[in-house]
């Protein structure tokens, strides 16, 4: 069992920049494909990064393309994903997922942690 938690959400002006982190435990994520998912208020969940156990592999969602950058460091368990340029339309609930493969889809993770919200004012 894999447990996982988020942190590194807030408040910021457009074209302002976040870090999240999400730290696993419970188990090892080294062997894991991890992915980073958001919803908005009355959205379904949209896939925003993902990458694969080695991080040699990294996909995105083109709308964040050129300015979010998914990492990891499997030494300390955790995933991050870098937040620049940030546009009123990032505002959600970001989530992390634990996976077999970096896929785009919800479905293709077996764990997730709660999420952690951001907020882009205009």
């Known amino acids: 069992q894999v447990q996982l938690v988020e942190s590194g959400g807030g408040l910021v002006q457009a074209g302002g920049s976040l870090r999240l982190s999400c730290a696993a435990s419970?188990?090892?994520?080294?062997?894991?494909?991890m992915g980073w998912f958001r919803q908005a208020p009355g959205k379904e969940r949209e896939f925003v990064a993902a990458?694969?156990?080695?991080?040699?592999?990294?996909y995105y969602a083109d709308s964040v393309k050129g300015r979010f950058t998914i990492s990891r460091d499997n030494a300390k368990n955790t995933v991050y994903l870098e937040m620049n340029s940030l546009k009123p339309e990032d505002t959600a609930v970001y989530s992390c997922a634990a996976g077999d493969a970096p896929l785009n889809s919800p479905e293709g993770y077996n764990y997730w942690g709660q999420g952690t919200q951001v907020t882009v004012s205009s």
């Open positions: 419970g188990r090892t994520i080294r062997n894991s494909a």
């Open positions: 990458i694969s156990w080695s991080g040699g592999w990294k």
